[in-house]
């Protein structure tokens, strides 16, 4: 079952070019995705590709200018549809005085979780990203990792049958990268959620992801199974190269 069906989806933006007049371009240009239910996929591109305004486009966020999107089987627009996505950026951040504590029972008051539901939630969620020994300590003073884990807890506060993840390890430490790498790997094998991940890097989403979708300038240059790439080109990040620059 398709969890995700974008079909012929374009947007653009303005912006000023430099003889200082507004220009039109494409963010998105006739993309068209199918994205399986249980399967980790990868939107792979160079930074300006596309990648966020597409999932912004899964997510209702942006609306596309032409092109239909379908989440679930349904209108991205709809209530049912958006209770049901959990969403990760690699710049995600909380108030610096809100504890763990706070930030989960928060997320569970704002999906409409009961009172003994949210307390039930939230311990299950500090447990499983091992969070309950800082539960109460400001997010400021939080290490990167643990921001990271926190941010992905309060993603799955509502039980998402999706998760959407842009680029959930931007700026980290190696180390802290392949944590974030490995609870990616367990949501989707222990939970059973589609994960939907952006990338700027060949080897991650090589090491995470069934499929691979090449994005560059808003268009979808190829689609395919890491594992039929890897047959036929070892050298992926030479690949990945070739694909982003193709026209």
Sequence with gaps: MAIIDISGVSRQFGKRGESGKKERFYALKDVSLKIE???VFGILGPNGAGKTTLLNVVMGMVYPDSGNVSVFGGDVRSGRVVQRIGYVSGEERFHWALTPFDVLTFGGMLYGLGRSERRRRRDELLALFGLDKVAGS?????????????AFAYALINRPKLLLLDEPTLGLDPDIAITVR??????NREL??????TSHYM?????LCGRIAFI???RVMQVAKV????????DMDSYFVKMVNKK
């Design 192 to 197: 059973g959620t589609t994960i939907v991940l």
């Design 227 to 234: 594992s039929d790439i890897r047959k036929t080109h070892p």
């Design 182 to 187: 490995k609870e990616i790997k367990r949501i």
């Design 138 to 150: 400001k997010f400021d003073v939080l290490s990167t990792g643990e921001k990271m884990r926190l």
């Design 203 to 207: 080897r991650e989403v090589e090491q």
């Design 216 to 218: 560059n300038m808003g």
């Design 37 to 39: 239910e249980g399967e």
